[in-house]
DNA sequence: AATAATACGTCAGTGTTGTTGACATTCCAA
DNA sequence: TTGGAATGTCAACAACACTGACGTATTATT
């Protein structure tokens, strides 16, 4: 690469050496991210999508299955096994829409919501690490470069939840 | 970000809401940086394993097939898998260790090179925009909260990756 | 009222990727 | 040289994602 002398020095981040950089800080991070949370999964004979699910019902509470559709991109017949199993556990319960009564809005029980506390207090813990470490700018800039790589359409959904109240 | 009123100023990135908007860009960026590669592949059927194989491979010729193991963080048959298929389709060479013959040099041909630059240049074209758009010191912040990130052991072999030359 | 479209669930079949178990080969050290 | 450790391979199985097809209930359209 050797970008030229002058000139690119303000562009010195964006050679290939730097992406590839990136790239497996990414894939190593990411590993760390799930590790904690997949650990937990397992003893409980459940995994990823488990979780998956069981988060963004707990964001949002009687959110359709449609919906839920959309922001995990798995298909229905994926997402429906796992529901299945969460629901047969006790963990979520799915009511009929009120307004809508093809609609199925789905809520976390009290146990639903005890597995998604610990789930998340171990994935928040590690991140929490990771952000102390890093300090307040690199978190700023962390989130600008994720948002940056993320598809229009789950953008979408990000910004809807990221503004949502807790 | 408009943080709050004063007092704890310094430490409002690290509240669990902040935390929480963490994680769900994490998951959803992760998706995007996946989804170019997948693509590719899945025309080849290839998945992401084959993808992660032929990348380190091709980041460190002559590698053995138990450091890749320690790498990618799969058991060995599961690499195993992988690596014959692109072996049989003609990507990858194993030769036997010249010091060591229980030992499998690994390799990519005229042909697992040009695949693996056909995934990458694919995966650094979106962080190149993404990168772009954030900015220098955004990238640097991301790249110091992904690094604090990982497992140690993980963080070993990135640092190794990471000083290496091309 | 009849028809189309939507939301959800399910059954069957397939593919990738992970796992454990068993085994062959090679190296090394007692 | 013999036994154990390390390296890698083969086989069988489980988890989980996908496609495709279909059924049912409800809502929207004509």
Do not use: C
Not at 118 to 138: I, N, W
Not at 145 to 162: I, P
């Amino acid at each position: 690469m050797a970008d030229g002398p002058e000139g690119g020095q303000a562009l010195l981040f964006l050679t290939d050496d730097q992406l590839r950089k990136g790239i497996e800080a990414m894939f190593f991070a990411y590993r760390g991210f799930t590790a904690d949370p997949d650990r937990i999964l397992a003893d409980l004979a459940y995994g990823r999508a488990h979780h998956r699910a069981i988060h963004f019902i707990g964001r949002s509470p009687g959110t359709t299955v449609n919906n839920l559709l959309s922001i995990l991109g798995v298909t229905k017949q994926s997402l429906n096994r796992v529901l299945r199993t969460l629901i047969e556990d006790g963990l979520v319960i799915s009511e009929v829409g009120k307004t809508d009564k093809r609609e199925r809005n789905l809520y976390l029980t009290e146990q639903g919501r005890a597995l998604e506390q610990r789930l998340s207090d171990a994935q928040r813990d590690r991140m929490r690490a990771a952000y102390r470490a890093a300090g307040p700018e690199a978190v700023a800039g962390f989130r600008q470069v994720l948002e940056a790589m993320m598809d229009e359409d789950l953008h979408r959904h990000y910004r809807a939840m990221k503004d949502a109240k807790v």
